[in-house]
């Protein structure tokens, strides 16, 4: 690991201000993601800023909106009673995220804006077009097999690896920031970009720009809403491919339908081709099934990666059966 500076901010403002006055400047929280970059000599910041102590660990309900403060840690935000009863889809997507300890010690913020698990991005002696731009991108002739079937490109087809950024997009979330020039608020949809040409950016942050917070509103799907996650292991193991699905019945009938995919694209998926499929529909194997094609008519799988277009369908038609109440 590179020497790199340190220090501590008392105040968000002054967080911001000492990251947006060095070019090779972050922000740290919790640390399990970026000290782990570091180390392997992904990322070699100069300077790091912690903002571990900054008074926003909040987690309440105001005008019909959750706000979570971006140092709440993931453990604090999944066992949390309230996000449990009216937002469980957040809970489960935390809770099948990671490990125990990591959960204990990693922030909200910081899990949005987790690095893709590429192994090429990894490992420094391969080049990779988002760690160094115009290196190129071994996965699209190499291993593939995690990587994205929709919203990639010829330069970069790694995968989000955030859960909770999916949970998070399903229920039309919002991010709170505090930047050098002022506050702003970006749709959950909106935060992350896709690859095309420039792999390398990854959000639409500002340098020093500083996630302080998320809201997310309430509604009766949210109370009705599931995480999936199928991974080739049972934990601490990332998505092969996940769904977060809220759903509103009139009888048989969606009356309201949100859909968000993990582990099958660059940024959380979410997919209004799906959710037209059903809305105002009879929840039926038939209109399922039509979900899940409008899902992945885009779909380009790579060489190692095509059971993926089946594996999210099922996953797809799994949930709705859960949330729809057919077990
Ligand atoms: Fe790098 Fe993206 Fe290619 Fe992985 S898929 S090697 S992250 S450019």
């Known amino acids: 690991m590179k020497p790199f500076d340190y220090a501590r901010a008392s105040r968000p403002a002054q967080a911001v201000d000492l990251v947006a006055s060095r070019d090779e400047a972050a922000f740290i929280a919790g640390g399990t993601e970026l000290t782990n970059l570091m180390k392997d000599g992904v990322l070699a910041p100069g300077l790091v800023v912690d903002v571990s102590g900054l008074p926003l660990s909040d987690i309440e309900l105001h005008e019909g909106r959750l706000r979570i403060g971006a140092t709440a840690r993931m453990r604090q935000v999944a066992d949390h009673p309230m996000v449990r009863e009216r937002f469980p889809v957040i809970s489960e997507a935390l809770l099948a995220s990671a490990s125990p300890q990591v959960r ?18 990894r490992d420094v002696g391969s080049p990779c077009n988002r760690r160094e731009p115009g290196s190129g ?14 919203g990639g490109s010829d330069h970069c087809i790694a995968v989000h690896p955030s859960d909770l950024a999916v949970a998070l997009s399903a229920l039309d979330s919002v991010v709170l920031t505090l930047g050098p020039d002022g506050r702003r608020s970006i749709a959950l949809k909106d935060l992350h970009r896709l690859p095309g040409d420039t792999p390398h950016r990854e959000t639409v942050l500002r340098h020093g720009e500083m ?23 049972a934990s601490f193991e ?23 995919f993990g582990g099958i694209a660059p940024r959380p998926w979410r997919s209004a081709a799906a959710e037209r ?10 209109t399922v099934a ?38």
């Not at 779909?299 to 369908?313: C, D, G, I, S």
């Open 137 to 150: 991108c071994p996965a699209i002739d190499g291993q593939n097999r995690q990587h994205a079937i929709l």
């Open 238 to 260: 990332f998505a092969v491919v996940s769904v977060a699905a809220a759903l509103t019945l009139r009888g048989r009938v969606v009356t309201d339908v949100r859909l968000a």
């Open 211 to 233: 996630i302080t917070g998320l809201e997310i509103p309430e509604s009766r799907a949210a109370r009705n809403s599931r995480y999936l996650k199928l991974r080739d292991r």
């Open 277 to 286: 499929a059903l809305r105002d529909q009879p929840l039926t194997d038939a």
């Open 104 to 121: 204990n010690r990693a922030a909200i913020g910081g899990n949005l804006l987790q690095r893709t698990r590429c192994g090429y991005y």
């Open 290 to 327: 039509a979900a899940g094609r409008a899902l992945v008519r885009d779909a380009e799988p790579r060489e190692h990666n095509a059971f993926k277009v089946e594996l999210v369908q099922r996953a797809l038609a799994d949930i709705l059966s859960d949330l729809g109440g057919n077990r």
